[in-house]
């Protein structure tokens, strides 16, 4: 009998023992599935104990702490992954922006054809809750969350807001919008426009933690629940209530730059973020241009609004007698972007470039039904985000899984980490995990995709960075900082390797220029051992031609089935179309087409 069906039933033995009265496990779990934004692998109080995250401290520790559990390395395509059980580039889901993406000139949603979990789990009598960011494509009602298979929702569609007012920062040319929607069932989504529900004002982690806290405790603890929190924490801006920031005074939070009237002002006049004096080692920087560190502080306090609000969902399922049947995992969605507020080591690199820093964020799995010899360890060995979807409907017992998935069902090993679960996973189109080795080919397959976004190479948001392992000393807490120059009133990226004496700070070191020279491409793979080199260090391709070889063969196999972009709208009328829909239900964003 399989250890998590033999547990259940003895369960409901027991409680059939005690007496009538007493409540029977249901079979199927509970199932809690919490995304943060951008969250490094070193941005929780598990990894760095000066992060002060006692509640998912407490949980991560009672399960499973995942330290090679691995995302696409931006927010979008990571999300449609685990959503669906299949790589971006199967499902040709790589954006994310307007509408759901951009590809070239057209704007791409998360394909029809590819039943996301919560549909699969409705199959399997599960009740289904989403809160947080969407980001795989709102232009049609098809595309929107209470289509896909979510009974209640309420959230944003976009990459990224204000945490306060919810105005929209992912939609250019149309950021003067609200992005907050509530879909109290199936076919009956709406902006979120009323005092009861827009919550104007009130922090977005609080709003999400108390929302998921009210479904739990509506529900009927013998009907297995299904929860999606993708919490807005700890995405840019750097907005955080300062009853969370004065936590941090002992690390020098309210003292010196770190003063909290010190901040700069969103568009809305909420903080976010601060202002430095001089630094002498950067001459060339004005006082606001620098990063004092203070930002950090910031990371860390949102990280324990974080902490706190998935810890009041814990206490909200054992309040409903749920926890015990309940199965959470929590991770991020790619690591944190290197800006100096947020902290990958030891791993190198960050958000949207193709090291492990931007693939491997933070992740546990935290559950009552995890036998006692694995709760409190950790596993090293390879995990992927779409495993989530496989294990999930595996646990549900979905009665017609989908076929030609590729995530596989982490339960088993997580009942006995002595057994094999995975030894290889696609990372990026270009870049292939088998067994200790990494091959790198290049990055995205196109560079014209979202140029802001993408380099298109390797280079992508380190230069500056020393190679990926330092911390640039600009106060941008965004994307690629360290890919971008300022000329003039605007911002543009860097041309490399032309460009380099533009940046903010020298980009002359001797790993900034081997970037610049574009190394990793098909004809010329890079390799890594990260069984011995896990700060990928040492790129071994030369040394090991017989392995990189073989891997690339094994990449340029699996880059036979890639699919091109579903494309929906010309970008160019994106923002008329929608503000012609929007703006008539007082400028909040919706479907369009």
Request: hydrophobic share 35%; proline share 8%.
């Amino acid at each position: 009998v399989e250890p998590l069906l033999l547990r259940r039933v003895m369960l409901g033995v027991m409680a059939a023992v005690v007496g009538a009265t007493a409540v029977t496990t249901p079979l199927k779990p509970h199932l809690i599935f919490v995304m943060a934004d951008d969250l490094g692998s070193n941005d929780v109080g598990w990894s760095d104990p000066s992060v002060k995250s006692p509640e998912l401290d407490q949980l991560a520790a009672s399960g499973v702490i995942l330290t090679t559990c691995y995302t696409w390395n931006w927010c979008a395509p990571s999300r449609g992954a685990m959503l669906s059980g299949r790589y971006p580039p199967i499902t040709g889901f790589q954006g994310g922006e307007d509408g759901g993406g951009r590809a070239g000139s057209l704007l791409t949603v998360f394909p029809l054809e590819f039943p996301l979990l919560p549909s699969l789990l409705k199959q399997a009598n599960y009740s289904t809750v989403m809160v947080g960011k969407y980001h795989l494509g709102f232009s049609r009602e098809a595309d929107l969350p209470e289509s896909r298979g979510f009974d209640r929702y309420l959230g944003y569609f976009t990459g990224g807001e204000d945490y306060y007012e919810h105005s929209s920062s992912g939609t250019k040319g149309c950021n003067k919008a609200k992005d907050f929607w509530f879909a109290p069932a199936p076919g009956q989504g709406r902006p979120a426009a009323n005092k009861e529900l827009y919550f104007s004002g009130r922090y977005s982690t609080e709003i999400f933690g108390s929302f998921v806290e009210a479904e739990i405790m509506r529900a009927d603890p013998e009907t297995p629940l299904f929860v999606y929190a993708a919490f807005q924490g700890v995405h840019y801006p750097l907005e955080v209530p300062r009853h969370y920031f004065d936590r941090y005074t002992d690390q020098g939070a309210n003292v010196g730059d770190c003063v909290w009237s010190a901040q700069t002002n969103s568009s809305t006049g909420f903080p976010n973020g601060f202002e430095c004096g001089p630094n002498p080692s950067y001459p060339a920087l004005s006082p606001n241009r620098l990063d004092c560190f203070c930002n950090r502080l910031l990371v860390k306090a949102q990280v324990s609004a974080l902490s706190e609000g998935v810890g009041n969902i814990t206490s909200a399922l054992k309040r409903r007698g749920m926890w015990s049947n309940t199965v959470l995992v929590f991770m991020g969605d790619n690591g944190g972007p290197l800006d100096g507020a947020h902290d990958n080591a030891p791993l190198r690199g960050g958000k949207l470039n193709f090291f492990e820093g931007g693939l491997r964020p933070a992740a546990f799995v935290a559950s009552p039904l995890l036998p006692p010899g694995v709760s409190g360890t950790r596993y090293a060995g390879i995990v992927h985000e779409t495993d989530w979807f496989a294990t999930f409907i595996g646990l549900a017992g979905v009665p017609s899984p989908p076929t030609g998935l590729d995530g596989v069902d982490f339960w088993p090993t997580l009942n006995n980490l002595s057994r094999p679960h995975r030894s290889n996973a696609l990372l990026a189109d270009n870049i292939l995990r088998v067994g200790k080795w990494k091959l790198v080919t290049g990055g995205a397959r196109s560079a014209s995709i979202e140029a802001g976004w993408r380099t298109g190479f390797l280079k992508g948001c380190t230069l500056g960075s020393e190679g990926g392992w330092g911390v640039p000393p600009t106060n941008r807490s965004n994307m690629c900082p360290s890919d971008i120059y300022t000329s003039g009133s605007g911002r543009a990226l860097l041309s490399c390797p032309e460009d380099t004496n533009r940046t903010d700070y020298p980009v002359t070191s001797p790993i900034d220029l081997w970037l610049c020279s574009t190394p990793c491409t098909p004809a010329t793979p890079c390799l890594w051992d990260l069984e011995a080199d896990p700060s990928e260090r040492v790129e071994v391709a030369a040394s090991n031609p017989t392995v990189a070889a073989a891997l690339l063969a094994q990449l340029q196999l699996l880059q036979r089935s890639f699919r091109n972009a579903t494309s929906v709208v010309d970008n160019g009328r994106f923002c008329e179309a929608l503000k012609n829909r929007t703006f008539a239900v007082g400028s909040f964003l919706g479907p369009w087409l």
